[in-house]
T-cell receptor, first 118, second 114 residues
Framework: AQKVTQAQTEISVVEKEDVTLDCVYE???????LFWYKQPPSGELVFLIR??????QNEISGRYSWNFQKSTSSFNFTITASQVVDSAVYFC???????????????FGKGTKLSVKP | EAGVTQFPSHSVIEKGQTVTLRCDPI?????LYWYRRVMGKEIKFLLH????????ESGMPNNRFLAERTGGTYSTLKVQPAELEDSGVYFC????????????FGNGTRLTVT
């Protein structure tokens, strides 16, 4: 069965701290995609990153970095030197490529609410 | 470019009434998706349009939900009659092509059924 688990419901940090959001997934497919989305208070879901199952390279984008480890079925997200503007709900999601090649049928985790205090 | 637009942003209706949600995807995006998040639960896939055709509607909860995308542009999601458990946030997303493009989501419509 496909499933995404974000065990951390809420995290609170002080500005400039580093914070890691955990994501563990389950899938039977060998080809799949993993995503992170950010939901700021305005409500929309903002795409952050997509990773396919054949690419285990870690990725860094500014203060954001992602650690994909197939051995532990994890796709963790780290924010370095957090800022107040990072406060949001962050969702991890999985898409199995067997779905007609489309990545549109996303399986979401419940989300982690991150609060960054000044 | 304009993003995915959803209307209304918030709707409060009574049980048994009908509500229609609208989604305008990003111009040129053939793929349109509906998702919803019921309180305290995960965001769940409802259905997927490719242009005006339903590619996958496996996530539609029951026949009280009807989605349309006439002409392959905007889409509507009608709930008739609404039940209390339909309360939640309904998201629409669009993407340019299958397999490659990420989904762009709208702000969602918060539906409250009393």
């Amino acid at each position: 069965a496909q499933k995404v688990t974000q065990a951390q419901t809420e995290i609170s940090v002080v500005e400039k701290e580093d914070v890691t959001l955990d994501c563990v997934y389950e899938t039977r497919d060998t080809t799949y995609y993993l995503f992170w989305y950010k939901q700021p208070p305005s409500g929309e879901l903002v795409f952050l990153i997509r990773r396919n199952s054949f690419d285990e390279q870690n990725e860094i984008s500014g203060r954001y970095s992602w650690n994909f480890q197939k051995s532990t079925s994890s796709f963790n997200f780290t924010i370095t030197a957090s800022q107040v503007v990072d406060s949001a709900v962050y969702f991890c999601a999985l898409s199995e490529a067997g779905y007609g090649g489309s990545q549109g049928n996303l399986i979401f985790g419940k989300g982690t609410k991150l609060s960054v205090k000044p | 470019e304009a993003g995915v637009t959803q209307f209304p942003s918030h709707s409060v209706i009574e049980k048994g009434q009908t509500v229609t949600l609208r989604c305008d995807p990003i111009s040129g995006h053939d793929n349109l998706y509906w998702y919803r998040r019921v309180m305290g639960k995960e965001i769940k896939f409802l259905l997927h349009f490719v242009k005006e055709s339903k590619q996958d509607e496996s996530g539609m909860p029951n026949n009280r939900f009807l989605a349309e995308r006439t002409g392959g542009t905007y889409s509507t999601l009608k709930v008739q009659p609404a039940e209390l458990e339909d309360s939640g946030v309904y998201f629409c997303a669009s993407s340019l092509g299958q397999g490659i493009s990420p989904l762009h989501f709208g702000n969602g419509t918060r539906l409250t059924v009393t």
